[in-house]
């Protein structure tokens, strides 16, 4: 083994064991009930609660409820979008992560009816229950976007990387020729909440890597717009980034949303305060904008007053109890809370939901609460990443403090995302994380 895979290695093993623990729980005594219940999604946070529900319940009956196959692996998706990982990386049978005792489902939800605590599916199947966890995800409109479809990623200098494997891998193909041939680059984020929000960040900072490392630095010209008027939502970490950009001469575009795409003229139309602005481009990375399974919305469990365009369930930001409905609770993207849409999230999510039902079933009340805890290794180029970790209030909560700077480019934290991050989540997964 030469000297960087054993370093590697032991940064891997040193992290996993940092970030993977045993459940407490899992140690004591199982709970007996015959308790109904019901996980919609086998993402990762559904996985992982069903995992820890499992060792925790004696004779629940819990229903999964998911109609995906594969499992995705999403924050590999920026490294199929880069060419530094394939496609299958990223994915796995859903059928793997799910433990005995739990019976899938693998229908979509058409609707859930709180007041009668039923769950109905597409195909007319209608489950009961006593206990509801409302995490599908969430839904990427694509179609919100004038002019832009899914078949045209990987042509015509068109990337789209969230939209899965297959298309973060043709983002590559369209974003490598790029980085050879040169020109404008523009790189899009949504008005929306989104999934992992430094993800626009990291592909704007990769491709100006790679485009870099072949020589063409003079060739490019790095555009990032945004509808927001700040490039992160942590001030501090806004400012690092605009400084990181100001250093590598990628311009900005703030207070500009992406309305639609002229594939054949190359050409972007973007929404700004005062009308719109058409702006050419070689390349464009799209992110689309992102809301909740319509059934969310339908069923009357999203908020009424705040986020109505995008329908996150309501749910009280540090128990992620629903605020009107005390037996459905709310995990991953699909929580209507300021912050928490990344997997790193749901690490920290699953165990406050999973006590409140274990309490519930005892009797007692939930004593576990979430505090908006959300992670981001920022990839700043290869082999450099910034490690962000942060609250609802906008702390920065490293979990490796005087070890890892959270607003330093390391090699270190490059090793964590590219090696031990898939790791840790996996043990997450299994519900030992």
């Not at 925790?56 to 999964?64: E, N, S, V």
Request: with cysteine; hydrophobic share 45%.
């Amino acid at each position: 083994m030469d000297r960087r895979r054993f370093l590697a290695a032991a940064v891997a093993g040193g992290a996993a064991s940092a970030l993977v623990f045993q459940n407490p729980a899992a140690h004591a005594q199982s709970v007996q009930t015959s308790a109904r219940i019901v996980i919609i999604g086998a993402g990762a946070a559904g996985t992982t609660l069903a995992n820890r529900l499992v060792r925790r319940l004696d004779g629940a009956r819990i229903t999964l409820i998911d109609p995906r196959r594969n499992h995705l692996y999403q924050p590999g998706l920026s490294l199929v979008a880069t060419g530094l990982k394939p496609a299958s990386y990223v994915v796995s049978d859903t059928a793997q992560w799910l433990p005995e005792g739990v019976t899938w489902l693998p229908e979509r939800v058409a609707a859930v009816d709180a007041e009668a605590k039923t769950v109905s599916t597409e195909s007319g199947t209608k489950i009961g229950y006593d206990w509801l966890v409302v995490s599908p995800g969430l839904v990427l409109d694509h179609d919100s976007i004038e002019g832009f479809n899914l078949d045209m990623v990987g042509e015509n200098g068109i990337g789209a990387l969230y939209a899965g494997p297959e298309y973060a891998a043709r983002t590559w193909t369209a974003a490598s020729r790029f980085t050879e041939e040169g020109g404008t680059g523009i790189f899009t984020r949504p008005a929306t909440e989104m999934k992992c929000a430094g993800a626009p960040l990291k592909h704007t900072f990769l491709i100006d890597d790679i485009a870099r490392r072949a020589g063409n630095a003079g060739r490019v010209n790095m555009i990032y717009a945004a509808p927001q008027s700040s490039l992160f939502g942590v001030p501090i970490v806004a400012e690092k980034v605009r400084m990181l950009f100001e250093d590598r001469g990628v311009e900005t575009m703030m207070n500009r949303t992406l309305m639609a795409i002229d594939a054949s003229a190359k050409r972007a139309t973007f929404a700004t305060e005062t009308g719109t602005e058409e702006v050419n481009y070689d390349y464009i990375h799209v992110i689309p904008p992102q809301r909740a399974p319509a059934f969310v919305t339908r069923s009357g469990l999203s908020w009424a007053d705040k986020w109505v365009d995008q329908g996150w369930v309501e749910a009280d930001m540090q128990t992620l109890r629903h605020l009107r409905y005390p037996e459905i609770f709310a995990l991953g993207d699909v929580a209507g809370v300021p912050k928490g849409k990344t997997a790193a999230s749901v690490k920290w999510q699953v165990p406050v939901v999973e006590d409140h039902i274990v309490a519930g079933i005892e009797g007692r009340e939930g004593t576990a609460t979430y505090d908006g805890y959300t992670s981001c290794p920022l990839i700043t180029r290869i082999g450099r990443a910034m490690l962000v970790e942060f609250d609802y209030h906008n702390n920065l909560v490293p979990s490796f403090p005087g070890v890892i700077a959270p607003l330093e480019e390391l090699w270190i934290s490059w090793l964590m995302k590219e090696i031990a991050l898939k790791a840790t989540y996996n043990a997450m997964l299994r519900g030992r994380a």
